[in-house]
C-alpha cells in the first residue's frame, strides 16, 4: 500500500506549497471530479442558474461542474492561498466570466438569502466546525426550488479498484475526520438540527451525500 496521502492542513500553506498541493489534488482527484460531475448532470440534468461551491480548495470542481453546465458558480474558500491557487486556475482555463472566487467561510455565507439554484459542498463537510450553522447558511442561501448536495464521494463512475484506492487516501489524510463521511446518522442528525425538513440521505457507492431541498 502506498503511503502517499494529500495534507489536508491548508493553513500552514505558502503558495509554493499550496501550488504543489493543487497537483496532487489534481494528479489524484481529476478520475473522482469526473464521476461526481457526471452523477450530478444525470441525476439533475444539465445545471443552469447561479451555484455555490463551498468549500472549492483550487476550483477544480468548479472547473469540471462549470464545462458540463450552463452554471454561473461562486466558488467559496476560507483559506487565503488556496482561493489565490483557485483564482489562478479559473484564470487558466479561461472562466473568469463563468466562475468568481470567493473568499469567505461557510459560517457566514456572504450571499443574500435565496441566492443560489444548485449548491454543491463536497469534500468539506467534515472541515466545518459549526455544521449545524452551515446547513442553516446553506437552507437560508438555497432559492425556493433549490437543491443542495452536501457530502463527500467519488462518484457512481469510478472503477471499483479506484473506489478503493480513493477510500484509503481520503482515510490517511483526512483520518479522524474521515468518519464524517461514514456516519450517515450523525449528518442526518446535523441537518434536523438546522430545522431542514426538505433533505434526503444518500449512502451508496458514490459516497455519503445529503441532498436539500427549498
Ligand atoms: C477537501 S477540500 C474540498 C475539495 C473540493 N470541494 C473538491 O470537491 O475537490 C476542503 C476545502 O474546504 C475548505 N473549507 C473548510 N472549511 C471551510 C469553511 N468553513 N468555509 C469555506 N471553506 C472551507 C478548505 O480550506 C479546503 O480547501
Redesign the pocket.
Known amino acids: 500500500m502506498s503511503d502517499k496521502h494529500i495534507p ?1 492542513d ?1 493553513i500552514e500553506m505558502d503558495i509554493v506549497k499550496a501550488e504543489r498541493f493543487d497537483k496532487k ?1 489534481k494528479d489524484n ?1 481529476t478520475s473522482v ?1 469526473i464521476s461526481t460531475v457526471k452523477q450530478i448532470t444525470e441525476d439533475y440534468g444539465v445545471l443552469e442558474g447561479v451555484c455555490l ?5 483550487t476550483a ?2 468548479a472547473i469540471e461542474l462549470c464545462r458540463h453546465s450552463k452554471l454561473k458558480i461562486y466558488a ?4 487565503k492561498v ?1 482561493y489565490e491557487v483557485a483564482h489562478m486556475n479559473i484564470e487558466k482555463e479561461g472562466l473568469t466570466d463563468k466562475i468568481i472566487p470567493i473568499l ?4 457566514e455565507l456572504p450571499f443574500d438569502n435565496d441566492f443560489a439554484d444548485f449548491i454543491i459542498g ?3 463537510y467534515h ?2 466546525e459549526d455544521k449545524i450553522q ?1 446547513f442553516k447558511e446553506i437552507h437560508k442561501v438555497l432559492k425556493k426550488g433549490g437543491v443542495g448536495l452536501v457530502g463527500g464521494g467519488f462518484g457512481r463512475y469510478v472503477t471499483e479498484e479506484e473506489l478503493n484506492k480513493m477510500k484509503s487516501l481520503r482515510d490517511r489524510s483526512l483520518k479522524e475526520n474521515a468518519k464524517a463521511y461514514n456516519s450517515h446518522d450523525i449528518l442526518k442528525e446535523n441537518i434536523k438540527k438546522a430545522n431542514i425538513t426538505n433533505f434526503r440521505i444518500i449512502y451508496d457507492k458514490a459516497g455519503l451525500w445529503a441532498e436539500i431541498r427549498k
Open positions: 489536508a491548508y489534488v482527484f471530479i461551491d463551498i468549500g472549492c480548495v477544480v470542481f467559496l474558500e476560507k483559506e488556496i469567505g467561510d461557510a459560517h463536497r469534500g468539506s472541515c466545518w452551515v
